[in-house]
């Protein structure tokens, strides 16, 4: 089994910062690309940012200049820092991973998510 579990949640005031970071445990034999998903109340879900095995970022336009997405292939985590947040930034994010399990499946695996409130 895989799991995956975020952490670093949380209320802060707009313009502030946070950093979101995901673990991923269980019986792995690689990982590929890693994402942060987000989901806003009343909105679908939407993809905010993947870095590739080999380290390569790409982030949505919206959050460009933002947030910065980076992994540690050795801890297995991929975090997301967040800086000058806005409201619009509210919602729950969601890590999920491709993940390559011993026998050579590849699935893409989810956390339960972490809610950020950005709130005066």
């Known amino acids: 089994q895989v799991h995956l579990v975020e952490s670093g949640g949380g209320l802060v005031q707009p313009g502030g910062s946070l950093r979101l970071s995901c673990l991923v445990s269980?019986?792995?034999?690689?990982?590929?690309?890693m994402r942060w998903y987000r989901q806003a109340p009343g909105k679908a879900r939407e993809w905010v940012a993947e870095?590739?095995?080999?380290?390569?970022?790409v982030v949505a336009h919206f959050v460009k200049g933002r947030f910065t997405i980076s992994r540690d292939n050795g801890k297995n985590t991929v975090d997301l820092q967040m800086n000058n947040l806005d409201i619009e930034d509210t919602a729950i994010y969601y890590c999920?991973?491709?993940?390559?399990?011993?026998?050579?499946?590849?699935?893409?695996?989810w956390g339960q998510g972490t809610q950020v409130t950005v709130s005066s």
């Open positions: 269980g019986n792995i034999a690689d990982i590929y690309t």
């Open positions: 870095i590739t095995s080999s380290s390569i970022p």
């Open positions: 999920s991973a491709d993940v390559n399990v011993p026998g050579g499946t590849v699935s893409t695996y």
